[in-house]
């Protein structure tokens, strides 16, 4: 660990303490009277905590938890010390009474650790006075605070022999470190967790390696992205999630954490951030799903778009009602409402965040463009349930038809105009915000090259803070009590989206889609060969190679300087 760590910590330990009011007047009069005494040996009866396997590739590290106030005359360390208690008298007899050989007179005891004048202040208080304090910590945050500097390391052995975790002849070592989160659980942290929170808070320290919450080991983010054949350990969970979840896989995760840390130590990272900018571009029955994923940073705050582009080479009412059922999520939908959902093989879209969906936001914007197209329900009611038999498979392109809302919104991009004259649907092109995380998003429509003509756009900008240290990341893990961003009402309309693509206003924000990923459309040139008639319905995939040995993909997207 680096000193400034170390620095951190102690000061983290030490702004807890003096929020509470009354131990620190406690500890003022310990510091001028002198005196503790122990008075009996007791550990608590925690019992065991069962250890749950996360599915989350963000960081184990929790808020610290104090013990009540009314705890402080007569203070309990969990699972790992004695009762003390605490007597501000100056009288000394009972001091005496004690004997040398007295095991439960520790302030009578010769300290294995004697701190040095030039130490910090923390480390000039008795050591049993120390315990006291770090008996606030979990057990992963003791193990990394002595793992700090020798001072400290020698205070947490002199501890270990104390509660005879370590025989006092034996030699301090590093593995009683271990030993101890075996041996130990506090409240609230089972022992895996607790050794994972001590991992990921160590490979802060190590610019090129992460801890995997998968393998449960430190190493090298590639690994993920390696043929198992070079990676031979690498655990078989230890790859991407599925687009179930809105936020990146989790081998491109791992790299956002190396990409930022080596940003903070002052490491060169530019080359990294190509391995994290990434575009696949699937074609399917007809349907193109292409996904676009792009990073920048605005001051130390990690910022992330993914652009969603869906199109289909057929141009009909068919076609706009299976973009409708693509918003839908993969996961947890009620078939009743949904029906033919197994049956549509689409390009799968990734859903917008943790807390809202892409059909939800903007149904009645698909209302609008997809019910009068229905051709056996004349009531055009919402509430009825369509099918794939209810919608025509023969041309009819929207775009074409002057007076339709995706005519003139895309008459309106290509000019160039700063207000559309046109009434069209507000949730078109409008960028909206989520209340409780970090996240902005945009549905609109786009020209594309032929054979697709146009297609939709979805865009999602994610606010990651400073990785996964900040409660920005945290909301964007699986949706939990306690995992929540609240966004103030000026933030949640477009404030991300302003900052990623440099805007005075996100009023100003229109699509665009690179040349390089137009080209990508064209997947070598079968564009042209589907305007001539052939190939239009194959499958194929387009994506950046990755060489099996390294990780490593080797046709990156260039980046802009915005980008850094």
């Not at 807890?16 to 005196?35: A, D, F, S, T």
């Not at 994290?276 to 940073?297: C, E, F, H």
Request: with cysteine.
């Amino acid at each position: 660990m680096t000193p400034f760590n170390g620095k951190q910590i102690f000061n983290h330990t030490r702004s807890k303490l003096n929020q509470h009011v009354r131990l620190k007047h406690i500890m003022k009069i310990i510091l001028k009277k002198g005196k503790i005494h122990v008075i009996d040996d007791h550990v608590d009866d925690i019992g065991s905590f069962k250890d749950t396997t996360s599915n989350n590739d963000q960081s184990s590290i929790n808020n610290l938890t104090l013990p009540d106030q009314s705890s402080i005359y007569n203070l309990t360390y969990p699972d790992r010390t004695a009762t003390v208690k605490l007597s501000c008298s100056s009288s000394s007899s009972d001091a005496d009474a004690s004997g040398p050989n007295d095991k439960h007179a520790l302030v009578t005891r010769t300290p294995e650790y004697q701190p040095s004048q030039k130490s910090l202040p923390l480390l000039r208080l008795p050591q049993e006075l120390f315990d006291m304090i770090t008996g606030y910590l979990d057990d992963a945050h003791i193990v990394v605070l002595a793992l700090v500097n020798k001072e400290l390391l020698a205070r947490f052995m002199h501890w270990t022999t104390i509660t005879g975790l370590r025989d006092p002849d034996d030699p301090p070592s590093y593995r009683y470190l271990d030993r101890f989160l075996k041996l130990q659980s506090s409240p609230g942290m089972s022992k895996s967790r607790a050794r994972g929170v001590v991992l990921s808070l160590i490979d802060y320290d190590m610019d090129d390696v992460v801890y995997c919450y998968k393998c449960k080991k430190i190493h090298s983010p590639f690994v993920s992205f390696m043929d198992r054949a070079y990676a031979p350990h690498k655990a078989t969970r230890c790859m991407d999630w599925t687009m179930d979840h809105h936020m990146p896989s989790r081998a491109t995760r791992k790299m956002l954490r190396v990409v930022t840390k080596r940003r903070i130590h002052g490491v060169e990272y530019r080359p990294l951030m190509q391995q994290v900018n990434n575009t696949s571009t699937t074609y399917l029955k007809g349907v193109m799903a292409q996904v676009s994923l792009r990073m920048r940073y605005r001051d130390d705050e990690l910022l992330l778009r993914r652009q969603q582009v869906v199109s289909s080479i057929d141009k009909n009412s068919l076609a706009l009602w299976l973009f409708s059922q693509q918003l839908y999520p993969s996961t947890g939908t009620n078939s009743s409402t949904v029906p033919n959902q197994s049956l549509t093989t689409l390009p799968q879209v990734y859903p917008m965040c943790n807390h809202r969906a892409w059909y939800s936001e903007y149904m009645s914007l698909l209302y609008q463009l997809v019910l009068p197209l229905c051709k056996s329900h004349g009531n055009h009611d919402t509430h009825t349930l369509h099918t794939a038999a209810c919608f025509s498979n023969e041309h009819y392109d929207v775009s074409k038809q002057e007076g339709h809302f995706i005519y003139e919104r895309l008459k309106w991009l290509s000019s160039g105009a700063k207000a559309n004259p046109m009434d069209t649907p507000t949730l078109l092109g409008d960028v909206l915000g989520c209340s409780r995380c970090t996240t902005d998003f945009s549905l609109d429509v786009i020209s594309l090259p032929e054979p697709f003509g146009w297609g939709f756009i979805l865009t999602t900008w994610l606010d990651l803070g400073t990785l996964d240290f900040s409660a920005k990341w945290d909301s964007h893990r699986d949706a939990k009590p306690g995992r929540e961003c609240k966004r103030h009402i000026s933030e949640t309309y477009g404030d991300i989206c302003r900052r990623f693509e440099d805007l005075e206003s996100s009023r100003d924000y229109r699509p665009r889609i690179s040349e390089l990923d137009l080209e990508r459309m064209q997947n070598y040139g079968w564009g042209q060969r589907a305007v001539q008639g052939k190939d239009k319905y194959i499958t194929w995939t387009q994506s950046h190679s990755c060489n099996p040995m390294t990780g490593m993909i080797e046709d990156p997207d260039p980046l802009e300087e915005a980008d850094y």
